[in-house]
């Protein structure tokens, strides 16, 4: 019997769990104890990770290939496979130019495996085309973090739960989505009653249930209620004239911005109670300690950006940033968003938290890889791009690692018929099971959890290492070692002679030396010593005597990332312009997670305890709408977009607002039909700064089947 101490691969929470291998093979596995982010607790998900090591009935077994679609699949070398890669990839190169290739990878990356990803095509090929699907649930956090204290920066740890007295909970369903975090939440308030709990989402969820406010907005209108908030903190004298005035810039056009609506005006546009706004407003204005908590309802939006930036404002004019118990702390989706985002994993950024369009920061990173050729001084394309440019052959050349875009893309239709005209199509995965793999000219099978080493950053910025256990089924290679053995076949293998992922590590935190993120002082082994670490971390900083905590809050000497130090407030504009509903749309269409399934459901999906929670897709409609549709509970019923339907069975309740409707995000195909996938609807808009999409808000009419 051997135990491993690893880190759950689902959610960005990343909580720490035990796994322990019998002699025969079986595993069990429990929270870690010792992980100061879960201290032993997981939730259903979590508790049942093992049984998608242990069921290997959808993996991938061997690398495969095709010389044309119309052939089937033969099974091939890992030589073979990934010299026909290369080739193609360096004809079309030659060709068309190093911007005619393009990697989509994921979240579920682990941190080497995005930092060797990012170094080959942006140092080695010569183009930015690299994003991730952290583009469709993070990317207008961190634009709103960067435009706000200077950097793509978290600056607060799940201890800040325990140090609040106001916890603002907004486009988020943590209680279902971050359950950990909801437990902490929740054992808080049971300790001390005083503790209030607010919660901003036009549903009804487990989330608001247990708040003791739920402004049930209407979809859209998070800017203006935030800035109604804004208004009364200034009016009631709740704000900090010594912070705004020694460490802020922008508060005038902010109070300018936010004194042109009533609060009565807001209350109407966002269908609440001006009451409530001023109770939310009063709670925040005496609290010691505010800390808000988001998701996607702020950052899959048209105008994600702002949204995330009209709730960090309150933040900044109240001064509640920088010390216990207060902050902005956008959760992650994915259990490594902020790993692929340390290494550049965007198609705007290098390592380090460094920009493409900055000349200093590409000459450090083309100094430090010895690049062959410059790092091209454009942001590459955007996840929605990447599938725009392949439809127009503008791109020819795709490779999918690790995500299932032809479940999770927005206007889905689009990128299927995309990535059937593509010319060339690699899908590195671990399950059969990707909807991709029928597109693919070249399938590469990749090891999964437990089966390969590396880190993971969690939300609270707290980098864990986790450990191989097992070894991955048949040929299946670990995700770094297919991206280093195919630079070899590029010709780049000097510059990627790894013998195993700890190297790759080590050269990763030498790139991050007096950057914000500096993690010069960790290595596998400190990590593996002391458990984990939160960034920044450099050698000088604890001289790894243990424990070594890292750094648990950011701006405590309110000195921010900008060039002046001074965090920017922003007045933002509250329009939203999200696809009109019309006469015939007249419903507005959100999408979103359901308790235990994640994702696309390739790893959940296998699992008979969670499938037993919500077997089938459904669409929360409320009762007035399906009334005037004659629609019943549990009947079948159509949803149309301007883009595609949907057909589930409906659900009516009252936790919707009328005119609002809601199909989860998880089902791809069921019995061979897509007519469960909610992004048959949705719509291709995406915030014009993050380029985020905007799945909250579609436009859609819902009928009898
Ligand atoms: Fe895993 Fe997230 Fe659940 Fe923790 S909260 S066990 S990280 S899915």
Redesign the pocket.
């Known amino acids: 019997m051997k135990t491993f101490k690893s880190t759950?691969c689902?959610?960005g929470?990343?909580?720490g769990v035990v796994v322990t291998k019998e002699g025969n093979g079986q595993l069990s596995l429990e929270g870690d104890k010792e992980h100061p982010s879960?201290k032993g607790m997981?939730?259903s998900?979590?508790?049942n990770?093992h049984y998608t090591v242990m069921d290997q009935s959808d993996r991938l077994l061997y690398p495969q290939m095709r010389l044309n679609r119309s052939m089937p699949m033969q099974r091939v070398s890992w030589d073979d496979a990934l010299e026909r890669t290369a080739a193609v990839f360096k004809t079309l190169i030659k060709k068309f130019g190093p911007d005619s290739v393009a990697f989509y990878v994921s979240g579920q990356c682990l941190t080497e495996e995005y930092y060797l990803v990012n170094k080959l095509i942006k140092g080695f090929i010569g183009s930015n085309n690299i994003d991730t699907n952290s583009r469709l649930c993070m990317s207008s956090a961190v634009v709103g973090y960067k435009l706000a204290l200077g950097e793509d920066s978290v600056p607060v740890c799940y201890d800040d739960i325990e140090a609040a007295d106001v916890i603002f909970v907004t486009g988020a369903n943590p209680a279902w989505c971050?359950?950990?975090?909801w437990r902490r939440v929740e054992a808080h308030k049971e300790a001390n009653p005083n503790v209030k709990i607010i919660c901003v989402d036009p549903r009804k969820t487990d989330t608001s249930r247990s708040s003791d406010l739920h402004l049930q907005i209407a979809p859209g209108t998070d800017i203006v209620l935030n800035n109604a908030i804004g208004r009364i903190l200034i009016e009631r004298n709740y704000i900090d004239q010594d912070f705004i005035a020694n460490h802020t810039d922008g508060f005038s056009d902010f109070k300018e911005k936010v004194m042109q609506r009533t609060i009565d005006e807001a209350a109407e546009l966002c269908g609440i109670n001006a009451d409530d706004i001023y109770t939310a407003a009063e709670w925040i204005g005496r609290s010691e300690g505010f800390l808000s908590f988001w998701t996607m309802g702020l950052n899959q939006s048209v105008i994600g950006v702002n949204k995330n930036l009209s709730l960090i404002n309150l933040h900044l004019i109240t001064g509640k940033i920088g010390k216990p118990g207060n902050g902005p702390f956008s959760l992650t989706g994915q259990?490594n968003a902020m790993g692929g985002r340390e290494t550049g994993g965007l198609a705007n950024i290098l390592p380090g938290h460094r920009e493409v369009v900055n000349a200093e920061h590409r000459a450090e990173m083309e100094q430090f890889w010895n690049t062959p050729v410059k790092i091209a001084n454009k942001p590459g394309l955007t996840a929605t791009e990447m599938f725009e440019a392949l439809a127009d052959d503008k791109l020819k050349a795709i490779w999918i690692i690790n995500t299932n875009p032809l479940v999770s893309m927005p206007d889905i239709n689009v990128a299927e018929a995309a990535l059937n005209k593509s010319r060339f199509v690699v899908v590195q995965d671990v399950s059969n099971r990707a909807d991709t793999v029928k597109f693919a000219d070249v399938v590469l099978p990749a090891a999964a959890w437990l089966e390969k080493e590396g880190t993971m950053t969690n939300a609270e910025r707290r980098i864990t290492h986790l450990p191989k256990a097992v070894d991955a089924p048949g040929e299946a290679l670990p995700d770094a070692e297919i991206i280093w053995r195919f630079a070899e076949k590029m010709g780049f293998g000097d510059s990627f002679n790894y013998k195993n992922t700890s190297e790759v590590y080590d050269e990763y935190t030498q790139c991050t030396a007096g950057t914000t993120i500096d993690v010069t002082g960790v290595n596998y082994q400190l990590l593996k010593n002391n458990r984990s670490v939160q960034w920044p971390l450099t050698t000088s900083f604890e001289n790894n005597i243990l424990p070594v905590t890292g750094t648990k809050r950011l701006f405590t000497d309110h000195e921010f990332y900008t060039k002046n130090k001074r965090a920017q407030i922003h007045a933002v504009n509250d329009e939203n312009t999200s696809e009109p509903v019309d006469e015939d749309f007249p419903l507005v269409l959100t999408t979103g997670r359901i308790r235990d399934q994640?994702h696309t459901m390739t790893k959940t999906g296998r699992v008979a305890k969670l499938n037993q929670h919500t077997p089938q897709p459904f669409l929360q409609i409320h009762p007035e709408d399906a009334k005037s549709r004659n629609i019943k509970e549990g009947q079948l019923a159509v949803i149309k977009s301007r883009r595609g339907e949907v057909r589930v069975k409906v659900n009516i309740t009252e936790d919707v607002r009328p005119g609002l409707c809601f199909l989860p995000m998880h089902w791809g195909k069921i019995l061979g039909s897509n007519l469960g996938r909610a992004n048959n609807l949705t719509n291709n808009l995406v915030d014009p700064k993050s380029k985020e999409p905007d799945f909250k808000f579609s436009a859609v009419e819902v009928s009898l089947y």
Not at 178 to 181: E, F, K, L, R
């Open positions: 759950c689902y959610c929470v990343g909580c879960n997981l939730c998900k979590g508790m990770l971050h359950p950990i975090i259990p994640w």
